[in-house]
């Protein structure tokens, strides 16, 4: 009923430059919060960023300065600008929502922690 689709990951050189996007489609009312998180190889998950429905916004260390979350509500899209990439950004970059209320045979339903398939970004000389 919900799907979560990123795109804008790739191949970039250290010290570029990314945007990823995260579009939530389905018959959806609001989504709290909207976020990011990564896993590289052999790593645990991680958070990124997360960005509420009022544009309160959390950052992991290695992000602050560097990369910006944005969300536009009207198109229930989420954003990770991500600059001054290093090599060890490289990873595949999760969207994540939670608090989802969308409509599915005429009534409201909820979703929680509802995550998107991944998009890989790799930085590499």
């Known amino acids: 009923q919900v799907q979560l689709v990123e795109s804008g990951g790739g191949l970039v050189q250290p010290g570029g430059s990314l945007r990823l996007s995260c579009a939530a489609s389905?018959?959806?009312?609001?989504?709290?919060?909207m976020g990011w998180y990564r896993q590289a190889p052999g790593k645990q998950r991680e958070l990124v960023a997360t960005?509420?429905?009022?544009?309160?916004?959390n950052y992991a260390d290695f992000a602050k300065g560097r990369f910006t979350i944005s969300r536009d509500n009207a198109k229930n899209t989420g954003y990770l600008q991500m600059s001054s990439l290093k090599f060890e950004d490289t990873a595949v970059y999760y969207c994540?929502?939670?608090?989802?209320?969308?409509?599915?045979?005429?009534?409201?339903?909820?979703?929680?922690?509802?995550w998107g398939q991944g998009t890989q970004v790799t930085v590499s000389s």
């Open positions: 960005i509420t429905s009022g544009s309160n916004t």
């Open positions: 389905g018959r959806i009312s609001s989504i709290n919060t």
């Open positions: 994540y929502a939670d608090r989802i209320v969308y409509w599915s045979g005429g009534y409201p339903r909820y979703e929680n922690d509802y």
